[in-house]
C-alpha cells in the first residue's frame, strides 16, 4: 500500500469515475486500474463494482469502509510532510467563507498571532459548501462555514447567529428605524447572498420588484463599490460593524425580517495529530473573543465613519 494508490482510491471516491480520475491526476485510465487492481490485491477483497457499460463506480459495502482508513493514512502521511518541515512551529489550517473572515476573524487573527508566537496561521476563503470537501480531504484543520450539511467525518457545531438589518448611507432615502421592503427601490440595492435561507427570503419578497443595481459576492467589493449614497444593502451584523468602520451609515430593523445568520464550526472526525494542540488553543480563545465581541447595532440613527487610517493623515 502506498501513497499513489491511496489517492487515486480516494480521487476515484469523489469522481466515481475511472475517466475523470485518470484525467485529475495526469494518467492514464491503465495506471488507474493498475493502481486500483495492485491496492486490492494487497488488501484482499474488491473496492470497487465493475460493470460494462457503466461510466460511473460504484465501491462495494468494503470499499465503502476502507474510505475511512484511507484518509486517515493520507492525512497521516500529509503531517509526516508537515513535521519534517518544520518541527517547532505549530501550523493550523483554517478555511472560511469571505465574510467571516474580514468581517470577524481578521482581529481575531491579529490577537492569536501576538499571544501565540508558537503557532503558523494558513488561511483560506472558499464558498461553505466547498469547505467540507476541502476538510473531509484533510486539507485544512478547521473550518468555518454558514451551511449546515451531513457528513460521514465531519463534526459540525453551530458557533453563533446573527441579525440582519437595512443598511443605508447617512442620508438615507427611507429614513425610519423600521422598514418593510416594500419601501425600498430595488434599483438601488447592493446584493450579497449570503446564505440559502437567506436566498430565499430574497427571492420571496425583492426578486419579483426588480433586479439589483450590483451583485457581488465579497463584502471587500461591497465597500469598494459603494459610491452612491443611494445604495442599499441588507447585511448582518458582523458586516454592518466592519462596514461602519470605514463610512456613516444609517440602520434599520425590517419588518419582514430575513432569517438570522447561523455560522457553524466544522472539524474533521478523526483530525491531525501535529495540529490538535493548535486548535484547542485556538477553539479556546476564539470562545472568549466571541463573548467580549461588539454585537449592538445602533437602530434608527446615523452611526461609523472612523478608521485608523484617518489617524495616520
Given at each position: 500500500?502506498n501513497?499513489?494508490?491511496?489517492e487515486?482510491?480516494?480521487?476515484?471516491?469523489?469522481?466515481k469515475?475511472?475517466?475523470?480520475?485518470?484525467?485529475?491526476?495526469?494518467?492514464?485510465?491503465?495506471?488507474?486500474?493498475?493502481?486500483?487492481?495492485?491496492?486490492?490485491?494487497?488488501?484482499?477483497?474488491?473496492?470497487?463494482i465493475?460493470?460494462k457499460?457503466?461510466?460511473?463506480?460504484?465501491?462495494?459495502?468494503?470499499?465503502?469502509?476502507?474510505?475511512t482508513?484511507?484518509?486517515?493514512?493520507?492525512?497521516?502521511w500529509?503531517?509526516?510532510q508537515?513535521?519534517?518541515?518544520?518541527?517547532?512551529?505549530?501550523?493550523?489550517?483554517?478555511?472560511?467563507t469571505d465574510?467571516?473572515?474580514?468581517?470577524l476573524?481578521?482581529?481575531f487573527?491579529?490577537?492569536?498571532?501576538a499571544?501565540?508566537p508558537?503557532?503558523?496561521?494558513?488561511?483560506?476563503?472558499?464558498?461553505?459548501?466547498?469547505?467540507?470537501?476541502?476538510?473531509?480531504?484533510?486539507?485544512?484543520?478547521?473550518?468555518?462555514?454558514?451551511?449546515h450539511?451531513?457528513?460521514?467525518?465531519?463534526i459540525s457545531?453551530?458557533l453563533?447567529?446573527?441579525k440582519?438589518?437595512l443598511?443605508?448611507?447617512?442620508?438615507?432615502?427611507?429614513?425610519?428605524?423600521?422598514?418593510?421592503?416594500?419601501?425600498l427601490?430595488?434599483?438601488?440595492?447592493?446584493?450579497?447572498?449570503?446564505?440559502?435561507?437567506?436566498?430565499?427570503?430574497?427571492?420571496?419578497?425583492?426578486?419579483?420588484?426588480?433586479?439589483?443595481?450590483?451583485?457581488i459576492?465579497?463584502?471587500?467589493l461591497?465597500?469598494?463599490?459603494?459610491?452612491?449614497?443611494?445604495?442599499?444593502v441588507?447585511?448582518?451584523?458582523?458586516?454592518?460593524?466592519?462596514?461602519?468602520?470605514?463610512?456613516?451609515?444609517?440602520?434599520?430593523e425590517?419588518?419582514?425580517?430575513?432569517?438570522?445568520?447561523?455560522?457553524?464550526?466544522?472539524?474533521?472526525?478523526?483530525?491531525?495529530?501535529?495540529?490538535e494542540?493548535?486548535?484547542?488553543?485556538?477553539?479556546?480563545?476564539?470562545?472568549?473573543?466571541?463573548?467580549n465581541?461588539?454585537?449592538d447595532?445602533?437602530?434608527g440613527q446615523?452611526?461609523?465613519?472612523y478608521?485608523?487610517?484617518?489617524?495616520?493623515?
Open positions: 500500500m501513497l499513489s494508490e491511496i487515486t482510491f480516494l480521487t476515484i471516491v469523489n469522481t469515475s475511472i475517466t475523470r480520475t485518470a484525467d485529475l491526476l495526469f494518467l492514464s485510465q491503465p495506471t488507474v486500474s493498475h493502481r486500483l487492481n495492485s491496492l486490492e490485491q494487497e488488501l484482499g477483497f474488491p473496492l470497487v465493475r460493470k457499460g457503466h461510466k460511473q463506480v460504484e465501491l462495494t459495502a468494503k470499499g465503502s469502509d476502507f474510505i482508513y484511507a484518509e486517515r493514512w493520507m492525512s497521516l500529509k503531517e509526516t508537515a513535521f519534517q518541515l518544520n518541527q517547532e512551529q505549530l501550523l493550523l489550517t483554517i478555511g472560511c465574510s467571516l473572515n474580514v468581517a476573524l481578521a482581529p487573527y491579529q490577537q492569536l498571532l499571544t501565540q508558537g503557532i503558523d496561521l494558513n488561511i483560506q476563503t472558499h464558498h461553505s459548501s466547498e469547505l467540507y470537501n476541502i476538510l473531509n480531504n484533510h486539507d485544512i484543520d478547521m473550518g468555518f462555514v454558514y451551511h450539511l451531513h457528513y460521514k467525518n465531519i457545531e453551530r453563533y447567529e446573527e440582519l438589518y443598511v443605508q448611507s447617512d442620508t438615507p432615502a427611507v429614513e425610519k428605524p423600521l422598514v418593510h421592503t416594500d419601501e427601490d430595488p434599483s438601488m440595492e447592493l446584493f450579497l447572498s449570503w446564505d440559502d435561507n437567506f436566498q430565499i427570503w430574497h427571492d420571496r419578497w425583492l426578486a419579483s420588484s426588480g433586479r439589483p443595481h450590483l451583485s459576492d465579497t463584502i471587500t461591497m465597500y469598494r463599490l459603494w459610491d452612491d449614497p443611494g445604495y442599499w441588507i447585511a448582518p451584523e458582523s458586516a454592518i460593524l466592519e462596514l461602519s468602520r470605514f463610512r456613516r451609515v444609517y440602520v434599520s425590517l419588518v419582514n425580517c430575513p432569517p438570522n445568520r447561523a455560522c457553524y464550526k466544522i472539524k474533521h472526525k478523526f483530525p491531525k495529530l501535529s495540529s494542540q493548535a486548535v484547542s488553543v485556538f477553539e479556546q480563545q476564539l470562545t472568549e473573543f466571541l463573548k465581541r461588539q454585537t447595532i445602533p437602530v446615523v452611526f461609523g465613519g478608521s485608523p487610517r484617518q489617524e495616520i493623515s
